[in-house]
């Protein structure tokens, strides 16, 4: 297999399903964290999450591909800014406007050819493409170890209120008004975590 571009493995690889507006979103975010924020660090996760996840909108997947060249040049990183340049130069050439300004940073700023890349690159794009692969792999493994940890937390909840009601006498007034309120306290608890569990944030108030 030729591995002409991270880009192109990328794309070939993201979900057809996702919607073009949430690509936009996502690539907007992307922008503020890099104008607003200066945290070329969270646009350029931004931006590769518009590149991984869809396949669509070819303009804003190269805008979000040229940024992210941007975000390297700021960073001073000479070698991934060149090899992002040269793949919206090469994958993404009939956007005409950033192919030509990714040219000219090419050629004005690093004094490289855009074309070099055609005869050097697969190696490279390999090699990139799994350390990115393996970045994104060891990213995944945090979120999910802290969402773990998360519901770890709501079941240790219900653990515990589970031991309090049985510490208290349901034929008795007082008895059961403290279970009926540890009972709602277990039925939010409860929502929270099939809410989690769904993907979806535990709703607000509780």
């Known amino acids: 297999m030729r591995f002409r571009t991270v880009t192109a493995l990328l794309l070939a690889c993201a979900a057809a399903g996702f919607a ?24 350029i996760q931004q931006y590769n999450a518009v590149l991984k ?10 805008t979000a591909l040229f940024r992210m060249a941007e975000c390297y040049r700021k960073q001073g990183n000479r070698g991934e800014a060149i090899a992002a340049y040269r793949r919206v130069v090469n994958e993404f050439a009939d956007q005409s406007k950033l192919a030509a300004q990714s040219r000219g940073v090419l050629t004005k700023i690093y004094q490289v050819t855009p074309g070099q890349a055609a005869d050097t690159g697969n190696s490279g794009d390999r ?29 240790a909840e219900m653990d515990l209120l589970k031991k309090q009601m049985s510490e ?16 709602v ?15 979806m ?5 509780k």
């Open 127 to 155: 090699a990139q493409f799994e350390k990115l692969l393996a970045a994104q792999s060891a990213e995944q493994a945090k979120t999910d170890a802290a969402r773990q940890r998360y519901r770890g937390t709501i079941v």
């Open 53 to 62: 996840e869809y396949v669509q909108a070819r303009e804003t997947a190269a």
């Open 185 to 199: 306290q277990m039925i939010h608890l409860q929502r929270d975590l099939a809410a989690f569990d769904a993907g």
């Open 168 to 183: 208290h006498n349901p034929d008795s007034a007082q008895g059961r008004a403290i279970i009926e309120g540890l009972q």
């Open 20 to 43: 073009q507006e949430h690509m936009a979103d996502t690539l907007r975010s992307g922008i503020a964290a890099e104008d607003s924020k200066q945290d070329t660090r969270a646009a």
């Open 201 to 205: 944030a535990a709703p607000a108030g």
